[in-house]
């Protein structure tokens, strides 16, 4: 349930981003974002372009009009309006000047036209002739062919020229042009179209330059075609252009959760079995993805901002985690999503994935908080490096040092990022970590404060288990740090009655004395339940819990069941004399059990050899082998001689025989 709600997370915002994004970008209204070009291109300036191919046009439809109609067409109105003005000022009734009109003029009008300009004032007579100077002039400024003339006639009497004129006046000043408007050219109106359209077709496109940096547009400026333009050519639009193509997206990130569910269930099935180390996983992805979708909206103003893309991140936390296999697999599926928020930006997703493979392959053996940051800032180093060398692979010098800088910044906040986030997951998952170990291995931890106080020599004992512990576990290959801390709290129970035990009672003082062997026992062996219930208070991590329930397992307390024994009491039970807790179920465990048995026989010897030493080990080894207490721990014969070895080694050099220094006496009267 959790990976499939990170799972609609993912392709909800994915699916956000790649809708188209025409809402959010539309001609004539205002940017709601400012975009920087991320590379520099070219694009079309289709309203400039076009300008120029209708210019190219009219230059050639120019090269077909003879001029000399037009004029001819002009002086024709002239004579005729000088010759109205006269016969309108003369004398005979309104019949006889227009039939005078028609007879002399020379132009063929309608009686109702002729009787117009007759009546036309005389103040009202030059604007008369302005505008049908201008419906000619204005139809005869392009080709008008044989078979259009009848076109341009008939778009004159529609009235769709500018005319101050109106009524009657407007009628016969249109009614007159188009009379007057003749063919200025002998070519057909196919022949013309052609050689324009020709014409246009050569002219070369207006391209407009973009370099890299330049802002294409800024938030609140209102969008024009080009602009709109650019913005496709850059990238800054969606790739996506279709309903179907975001299904597309959606489908490549239910594919990636498909290829995850398959690896965890094939490589990791701890992590698929345990809802807590789930809820880990998908933590480190959310938080990854949020980030970088965060970084892709301001990259869309400047690509530096796409190296802080924390890739880095997803690298270290599930190398310190988990395991670096893991790790990188998390760092590949990151990096196909980094690709995807970024809308294909090569470089920026280059650089993220290189960094990532730098968080898994740089973290190593991190033990403390300081190792990490180490870690963090050679990640840093070769994010910073990736960064500058994509600047330069994008041909944009100038950038160099930024670019290096952003990523820079970015691995150190991949590096603070999983350092913040160590413990919260820590707790979340459950997983044990170096530094968790080295924090509680501390004398300052509470637990280990009490042991000193009230059991002092609980403690030193436990420092000694916890050196050959962690010696053995580091000749077999287990966990040598969990071996150690898990040595200086195995016994942490003793604190309840710590004068009950032998290495804290007061030389020749016995406390078991007075009491009988079979409640002695249960007094011994009291010890590891309290212990557990001290480490479950205290909130110690189970790995350490474990060891404490089963550093003893099932063993018998031979020495008070030898007393009852001795003792004759009847009906003595073995049973009632063994730990009740788990027997070892790791390695480190069952070294801590043999390493707690032979510190305590070692000890005890009198004048400890090597040879005595490696004879007390072997013994011991082969008892609790024998008892079955092993059978869980999965320690092989051949960890077993190592541990042997290993253990010999470390005693002999605690316990090796001692120079025995001469005593000077003072001789009498020396001062």
Not at 3 to 30: C, D, N, Q
Not at 406 to 431: D, F, K, Q, T, Y
Request: proline share 4%; aromatic share 6%.
């Amino acid at each position: 349930m959790v990976s499939l709600a990170l799972l609609l997370v993912v392709i909800a915002m994915l699916v956000m981003e790649y809708v188209p994004r025409s809402l959010r970008f539309e001609v004539g209204k205002p940017s709601t974002e400012t975009v920087i070009a991320t590379r520099a291109f070219e694009v079309e300036d289709t309203v400039e372009t076009e300008r120029a191919r209708q210019e190219e046009r009219e230059r050639i439809a120019g090269l077909f009009v003879n001029p000399q109609a037009e004029t001819q067409a002009l002086e024709e109105l002239d004579k005729f309006l000088i010759l109205s003005r006269n016969i309108a000022g003369g004398e005979g009734d309104m019949s006889s000047k227009v039939e005078s009109l028609r007879q002399q003029g020379g132009i063929s009008l309608d009686d109702d036209t002729l009787r117009t300009i007759v009546s036309i004032p005389e103040e009202e007579a030059a604007s008369f002739h302005t505008t049908v100077a201008n419906l000619v002039t204005s139809a005869m400024e392009d080709p008008v062919t044989p078979d259009g003339l009848k076109e341009v006639r008939d778009r004159i009497l529609t009235g769709n020229g500018q005319s101050q004129l109106a009524g009657k006046a407007r009628k016969a000043a249109e009614t007159l042009a188009a009379s007057l408007v003749r063919t200025n050219t002998p070519y057909s109106s196919e022949t013309i179209e052609r050689d324009m359209q020709a014409a246009a077709e050569a002219v070369r496109p207006v391209m407009v330059r973009y370099e890299s940096g330049q802002r294409i547009v800024g938030k609140g400026e209102i969008i024009t075609p080009l602009i709109l333009d650019a913005l496709e050519e850059a990238g800054a639009l969606s790739p996506v252009s279709t309903y179907q193509q975001v299904m597309g997206i959606a489908l490549m990130v239910l594919l990636l959760y498909v290829m995850s569910v398959y690896f965890f269930a094939v490589f990791r099935p701890d992590v698929t079995a345990n809802w807590r180390y789930t809820a880990t996983v998908c933590l480190i992805f959310l938080v990854f993805f949020a980030l970088a979708r965060t970084f892709a909206v301001f990259a869309d103003e400047n690509v530096l901002w796409g190296y802080l893309v924390p890739l880095a991140m997803v690298g270290m936390l599930p190398a310190i985690l988990f395991d670096r296999f893991t790790a990188l697999f998390m760092v590949v599926i990151g990096g196909a999503v980094t690709a995807l928020v970024l809308k294909g930006n090569v470089y920026l997703s280059v650089a993220a994935l290189l960094g990532g493979m730098a968080g898994v392959m740089l973290v190593r053996k991190v033990h403390t908080r300081e190792d990490l940051m180490r870690a963090a800032a050679w990640v840093s180093l070769v994010v910073a490096a990736v960064a500058a060398v994509t600047v330069t692979m994008m041909k944009e010098l100038r950038f160099l040092p930024l670019a290096g800088l952003a990523g820079l910044g970015g691995g150190v906040l991949s590096g603070l990022l999983a350092l913040g986030a160590i413990p919260v997951l820590e707790r979340l998952s459950g997983i044990l970590t170096p530094m968790h170990l080295l924090e509680l291995a501390s004398p300052d931890h509470p637990l280990l404060r009490e042991l000193i106080s009230k059991a002092p020599g609980t403690y030193s004992h436990s420092v000694i288990v916890g050196n050959l512990a962690a010696s053995a576990a580091q000749e077999i290959g287990a966990d040598a740090l969990l071996a150690r801390v898990g040595s200086y709290y195995h016994d942490i129970g003793k604190v309840k009655r710590s004068s009950f035990f032998v290495e804290n009672q007061p030389h020749g003082r016995n406390s078991h004395e007075h009491i009988k062997p079979n409640l002695s026992a249960l007094v011994i062996s009291s010890h590891v339940k309290e212990g557990v219930e001290l480490a479950k208070k205290h909130r110690l991590p189970r790995e350490i819990v474990d060891i404490i329930r089963q550093h003893h397992g099932t063993t018998l307390i031979r020495y008070f069941y030898a007393r009852a024994l001795e003792e004759g009491t009847e009906g003595v039970n073995e049973s009632r004399f063994r730990y009740p807790g788990e027997r070892p179920r790791s390695k480190e465990a069952a070294l801590v059990m043999l390493a707690d048995a032979v510190e305590a026989t070692a000890k005890s010897l009198d004048k400890p050899s090597a040879v005595k030493l490696e004879q007390v080990t072997r013994s011991i080894i082969e008892e609790r082998l024998e008892d079955g207490q092993l059978a869980d721990s999965s320690l092989t014969l051949g960890d077993l001689e190592k541990t042997t070895l290993a253990f010999t080694r470390i005693l002999s050099g605690m316990y090796h025989e001692r120079v025995e220094y001469p005593v000077l006496l003072k001789k009498e009267g020396a001062s």
